[in-house]
């Protein structure tokens, strides 16, 4: 069965720090992985997707990397500034097309 | 496009009272999911239909929940009978294909007394 842990659960950073989110999964076997983020009390807005066969996706001043061999997701915020105070939440699609999502991290970016 | 649409958006109601919830894909979307959210245990796939047929429903708690899609525009999660324990937020979320990028509905938030 597919698990999924996000480290930190929490974050709290000052405006302008470039900053990484981890994810790490247990089955290598996957399909995809997608980066969500949620606000408080709405749903989730898919932020990247990276299919198994690629390394990184980006956009903006996201980049999201996957090593797949090594069950590992990173999520890189570049300049961060007090709108991407959020949760991040990691994703992934493997057997029978199910995503399975970490905890989160909550990110707060103070001004 | 308005995105994936949940009504309601809250609903408080009785334990023993039946629940429906509803949702309708983004159009042109072959494949829609239903999802739970608790503080306990976070994010869960409860049931994802493909082209209007469930293909896995391994995360229904229960036999009291039930889901249906009719056609490619609708379909439901209904609780019957509701606990307080189903209290939580059930998003619907619908892709192009099973792995695709999921796009997520505002949520219906359940509250059972």
């Known amino acids: 069965k597919q698990e999924v842990t996000q480290i930190p659960a929490a974050l709290s950073v000052p405006e302008g720090e470039n900053l990484v989110l981890n994810c790490s999964f247990t089955?290598?076997?996957?399909?995809?992985l997608q980066w969500f983020r949620q606000d408080p009390g709405k749903g989730l807005t898919s932020l990247l997707l990276?299919?198994?066969?690629?390394r990184e996706q980006t956009s903006g001043r996201l980049n999201a990397s996957l090593d797949k061999s090594s069950g590992r997701s990173t999520l890189y915020i570049a300049a961060s500034q007090p709108g991407d105070s959020a949760t991040y939440l990691c994703?992934?699609?493997?057997?029978?097309?199910?995503?399975?999502f970490g905890g989160g991290t909550r990110l707060m970016v103070k001004p | 496009d308005a995105g994936v649409i949940q009504s309601p958006r809250h609903e408080v109601t009785e334990m023993g009272q039946e629940v429906t919830l509803r949702c309708k894909p983004i159009?042109?979307?072959?494949?829609l999911f239903w999802y739970r959210q608790t503080m306990m245990r976070g994010l869960e796939l409860l049931i994802y239909?493909?082209?209007?047929?469930?293909?896995?429903d391994s995360g229904m708690p229960e036999d009291r929940f039930s889901a249906k899609m009719p056609n490619a525009s609708f379909s439901t999660l209904k609780i019957q009978p509701s606990e307080p324990r189903d209290s939580a937020v059930y998003f619907c979320?619908?892709?192009?294909?099973?792995?695709?990028?999921?796009?997520f509905g505002p949520g219906t938030r359940l509250l059972v007394l």
């Open positions: 159009s042109g979307h072959n494949s």
């Open positions: 089955d290598s076997a996957i399909y995809n």
């Open positions: 239909f493909n082209n209007n047929v469930p293909i896995d």
């Open positions: 994703a992934v699609n493997s057997a029978g097309n199910m995503l399975t």
């Open positions: 990276i299919q198994s066969s690629q």
């Open positions: 979320a619908s892709s192009l294909t099973t792995t695709e990028t999921q796009y």
